[in-house]
Every structure is written in structure tokens, then in C-alpha cells.
């Protein structure tokens, strides 16, 4: 499979499926409401797993697929809000700097943030990724089944194998954002063995985004990982597909 994944600035990452090429960029919306993400490749597929934890390795992906490059922007969501008829709630930073077009979203649950996902999907003629019985904003989503014959995969119940656009796993975030393919190994930070230098904003080599009244923004998120994402810590937390506890 080849998986193409885009940007997190909602809080968390996205990610597409299909047959796409490093740097892509995707638009979305119509008019005034349009938007635009781009992608990074995160290739090597079937690298070794990261065991430096208890419990199971995890970060061993067996495809190719392509990650956001970015965070999802606050003007994002606010026009896919226009656009889609979503209520998508995002957090309040006024006081903290936080508001920009181009900052992060932040405040959005995971349902919302699954909806948000669908909507990608099927904006652009694609099928949603999420299994929704009800319209409520925070409703539950429920697995695909046998009977969903298009959309079933029984490695992961919850993914249709049809979407072009999903929440990244937890697998495939912890490649994207520790895995060294110049090494074959895992970093401690994101591109590096040594901590990051704090920044306020920027995209220099071995910097984040921490410890700031205000996050950056998603284009000033800290220095890229070996991908090319930015963002993939520090600035804001990001959601997964999948959950993990080290």
C-alpha cells in the first residue's frame, strides 16, 4: 500500500492514501474557502521496529506513505466549517498569541478530528475513512465490518481501505518523527540524539517548539524530521489513529 499522509495542525496529523509523489500539494475547499496541504514521502518501508521500551516495538510500517508537512492551520478547520456544515470546536488562545490563521488548531477532539478526516476524503470525491451511526459531533465511530465489503480491512477495523485521507497510526507517526534511515535506527528527539535547542519559532536543524506562551506557526514549527515534517514534536500535542503508552 501505498499510504500518503499530510499535515497535522489541528493537534493532530492526517494521512492520504494513493498513488502521490513526494512534495505533493492537495487542495481543498472552493473559492474564498480554499486550502491547500502538502506532503512529505516517508519511505523505507518494512524498517525495523523501535524496542528501546517495554512492550511490543512499534514504528515498523510496511509501505510507503506520505505524511503532512505541516500542522492543520486554525483557517483550515474554520473553512472547512463554512464549506461542510461541521461545527468543529477549536480551543480559545486569545490572550496567548494564538489565534492566527496560521496557527495550529488546538481544542478539537478526536471524533471531531476523525470527521474533519471524512470530510477531506469526500470533498474530493473520496470515500470516508470513519464508520459514523450518528451525526452528533462527538458520536462514537464504529468499526467496518465483513458486510462493509468495499470498505473492511481486517487489519484495521476502523480504517476503510478506501480512504484516501486518515489519522496517521501510532506506528506511522513514530516513523515519521523518530525513524534515521541514514542509520536504520530510532533518535531520541525528532531528527537527533541530542535535545533540541528551544525556539520561539523557526525551522532550524535540531530545534522545537517548547516551553513557548504561544504556539508557532505550523511553517515555523521547529526543525524538520528526516522527512521533512515539521511540527512532529513540540509546538502542539497531535492525535493518533491508534493509542500507546510506553
Do not use: C
Request: glycine letters at 12%.
Amino acid at each position: 500500500m501505498f499510504v500518503k499522509s499530510f499535515a497535522s495542525g489541528i493537534s493532530y496529523l492526517l494521512l492520504a492514501f494513493g498513488s502521490f509523489v513526494n512534495g505533493d500539494v492537495i487542495q481543498f475547499g472552493t473559492g474564498p474557502n480554499q486550502f491547500s496541504m502538502d506532503f512529505v514521502t516517508v519511505g523505507n518501508p518494512g524498517n525495523v521496529g523501535d524496542t528501546r521500551f517495554s512492550g511490543p516495538s512499534r514504528g515498523s510500517v510496511g509501505y510507503t506513505f506520505q505524511l503532512g508537512r505541516y500542522e492543520i492551520s486554525r483557517e483550515m478547520i474554520t473553512k472547512a466549517n463554512t464549506l461542510s456544515g461541521l461545527t468543529l470546536t477549536m480551543a480559545d488562545m486569545t490572550g496567548f498569541g494564538g489565534n492566527g490563521n496560521n496557527k495550529p488548531a488546538t481544542g478539537i477532539s478526536w471524533n471531531e478530528a476523525a470527521r474533519f478526516t471524512n470530510w477531506l476524503n469526500t470533498s474530493t470525491g473520496g470515500f470516508p475513512a470513519y464508520k459514523f451511526a450518528s451525526i452528533g459531533m462527538n458520536d462514537p465511530i464504529f468499526p467496518w465490518t465483513p458486510s462493509d465489503v468495499l470498505d473492511f480491512d481486517p487489519s484495521n477495523l476502523f480504517r476503510s481501505k478506501r480512504a484516501n485521507f486518515a489519522l496517521p497510526s501510532f506506528d506511522e507517526f513514530h516513523k515519521a518523527a523518530y525513524f534515521l534511515p541514514s542509520v536504520n535506527a530510532y533518535s531520541t528527539y525528532v531528527n537527533s540524539f541530542t535535545q533540541p535547542t528551544g525556539v520561539a519559532s523557526g525551522t532550524s536543524a535540531n530545534t522545537a517548539v517548547f516551553s513557548q506562551v504561544f504556539p508557532a506557526d505550523i511553517n515555523l514549527s521547529g526543525g524538520p524530521s528526516p522527512f521533512g515534517a515539521l511540527g512532529l514534536t513540540g509546538n502542539v500535542a497531535e492525535l493518533t489513529e491508534t493509542e500507546f503508552d510506553f
